[in-house]
């Protein structure tokens, strides 16, 4: 299931409850942006606790030093909202799965020529199903594409049939207040969907 779980302002006190109703839910990537509260230590006990089931890692990494903060937790993920390719070479280099965020075709081939592994079309709502397409008629077909920002049940299918391969997923699946149950209830709607929508 390509479903990436966007956990912004995760505590570390919160992230193993709210990872564990996570991967009972399905999803089996989670990331935690680097902007969260002392988001090292949620990646590091994610990991510790789930790393076996759910690729774990980052989002909203920036630099290459930001990268190599990562690698040591033992995460395999490094999620990014913009396209340097000195962050996704430093995560290749470190063996972990780059996910750079694209707009437009020329920063998509430019994440691609830097061995990007697939691509984070960022903020999804902006480009549109019609712009996904758009971006695909051009992309290499087996380049995998997923939609951050703006994803819900109810348009999974639009983007689906757009073309994309996955979706991150931010507030859809996780606020800050939201209690363990809250999460699980969201987790299972987006699966739901993405069974339906497939």
Same mark, same amino acid.
């Given at each position: 299931?390509?479903?990436?779980? #966007?956990?912004?302002?995760?505590?570390? /006190? /919160?992230?193993?409850?709210?990872?564990?109703?996570?991967? !009972?839910?399905? #999803?089996?990537?989670?990331?935690? &942006?680097?902007?969260?509260?002392? &988001?090292?230590?949620? #990646?590091?006990?994610?990991?510790?606790? %789930?790393?076996?089931?759910?690729? $774990? =890692?980052? =989002?909203?990494?920036?630099?290459?030093?930001?990268? +190599?903060?990562?690698?040591?937790?033992?995460?395999?993920? $490094?999620?990014? &909202?913009?396209?340097?390719? +000195?962050? $996704?070479? +430093?995560?290749?280099?470190?063996?972990?799965?780059? %996910?750079?965020?694209?707009?437009?075709?020329? !920063?998509? %081939?430019?994440?691609?020529?830097?061995?990007?592994?697939?691509?984070?079309? %960022?903020?999804?709502?902006?480009?549109?199903?019609?712009?996904?397409?758009?971006?695909?008629?051009?992309?290499?077909?087996?380049?995998?594409?997923?939609?951050? =920002?703006?994803?819900?049940?109810?348009?999974?299918?639009?983007?689906?049939?757009?073309?994309?391969?996955?979706?991150? @997923? =931010?507030?859809?699946?996780?606020? &800050?207040?939201?209690?363990?149950? @809250?999460?699980?209830?969201?987790?299972?709607?987006?699966?739901?969907?993405?069974?339906?929508?497939?």
């Amino acid at each position: 299931m390509n479903l990436v779980a #966007i956990l912004r302002g995760i505590t570390p /006190d /919160d992230v193993l409850e709210i990872g564990k109703v996570l991967v !009972e839910a399905g #999803i089996n990537r989670i990331e935690v &942006p680097l902007n969260s509260p002392d &988001p090292l230590i949620s #990646i590091r006990k994610l990991q510790e606790a %789930f790393g076996e089931q759910a690729m $774990i =890692g980052a =989002g909203t990494v920036l630099t290459v030093e930001q990268v +190599a903060q990562v690698a040591e937790t033992g995460a395999r993920l $490094i999620v990014s &909202p913009n396209c340097n390719p +000195a962050v $996704i070479r +430093a995560s290749k280099e470190a063996g972990m799965t780059s %996910f750079p965020g694209v707009m437009t075709p020329t !920063e998509a %081939f430019v994440a691609i020529d830097a061995g990007a592994d697939a691509l984070k079309l %960022f903020p999804g709502e902006l480009v549109g199903p019609i712009g996904l397409r758009a971006m695909k008629a051009v992309l290499p077909r087996e380049m995998p594409l997923y939609a951050v =920002g703006g994803v819900t049940p109810a348009n999974m299918a639009d983007w689906l049939a757009a073309g994309a391969t996955g979706f991150g @997923i =931010g507030s859809s699946i996780y606020k &800050p207040d939201d209690s363990a149950q @809250i999460v699980a209830d969201k987790a299972r709607r987006l699966v739901d969907a993405w069974n339906v929508a497939q």
